[in-house]
């Protein structure tokens, strides 16, 4: 299977994507992870993105496709992929056409902005590993810790109030239009975001269901 997950940010494309990569045995692709893994290791590409990416704004067209073809080309997505925040603009869909990997589905998860709101001033990152918690919806076992490696957790600097308001003003100005781009093709498909994961994954698996 090879799937896009759309959807503002928050609304839970990261989670579901690693519920469906276990469910379907395919690697997720995540834009986000690989620049924020990059501005980590300190590479010249990281530090071209940091600017972008504290203030809330895409990080360019031509880096975000250069670093999906190279990843693409890899040969655990052979079987599938879920690309997670892949693509953000028209053209970085354009682009992913002409590279010739086809996909079976766009999914949007749909969530009122009211609510990315609430759930993203409540994210947590473990600083050292960068598993995710919330301090309402997914609570670690001690207050503050990774309960995978002990790391602190801390709030990305993405997360906070103001640039979460730019987030969201970027993606419904440029990402919501690959909407329309994927339904013009036959591709959306649409899930409710709900307020427990657990009822979301269900629609989310159901959809994928329709396809297989
Ligand atoms: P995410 O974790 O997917 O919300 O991504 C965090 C940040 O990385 C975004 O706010 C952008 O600055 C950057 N980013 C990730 N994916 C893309 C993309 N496809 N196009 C442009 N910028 C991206």
Redesign the pocket.
């Known amino acids: 299977m090879k799937l896009i997950l759309l959807g503002a940010?928050g609304a839970g494309?990261?989670t579901q994507a690693e519920i469906i990569s276990e469910q379907y045995r395919i690697p997720t692709i995540?834009?986000?992870?690989i620049?924020?893994a990059a501005l980590k290791s300190g590479s010249e590409m990281g530090l071209k993105?940091k600017s972008?990416?504290d203030a809330?704004?895409?990080?360019?067209?031509e880096?975000?496709i250069g670093i999906?073809k190279e990843r693409l080309a890899e040969p655990d997505c052979k079987e599938g992929y879920i690309l997670?925040?892949?693509?953000?603009?028209i053209p970085?869909a354009e682009a992913l056409d002409n590279m010739g990997f086809a996909i079976d589905a766009a999914l949007s998860i749909e969530v009122a902005d009211s609510e990315i709101v609430k759930r993203m001033s409540g994210r947590r990152v473990c600083e050292k590993c960068g598993a995710s918690y919330h301090t309402e919806y997914k609570k670690p076992g001690k207050e503050g810790i990774c309960d995978l490696c002990g790391g602190k957790l801390v709030i990305r600097k993405?997360d906070e109030p103001e640039t979460v308001k730019n987030?969201l003003h970027?993606y419904h100005e440029q990402t919501e239009p690959l909407k329309e781009y994927y339904q013009a093709c036959g591709k959306l498909l649409t899930v409710e975001g709900q307020d427990e994961v657990a009822d979301t994954t269900r629609l989310v698996l159901a959809k994928l269901e329709t396809l297989i």
Not at 30 to 33: A, I, K, R
Not at 56 to 61: C, R
Not at 84 to 89: E, L, Y
């Open positions: 940010p494309k990261g995540s834009t986000g992870n620049i924020r993105a972008y990416i809330g704004e895409l990080v360019p067209d880096v975000v999906i997670d925040g892949f693509p953000r603009t970085q993405d987030r970027v």
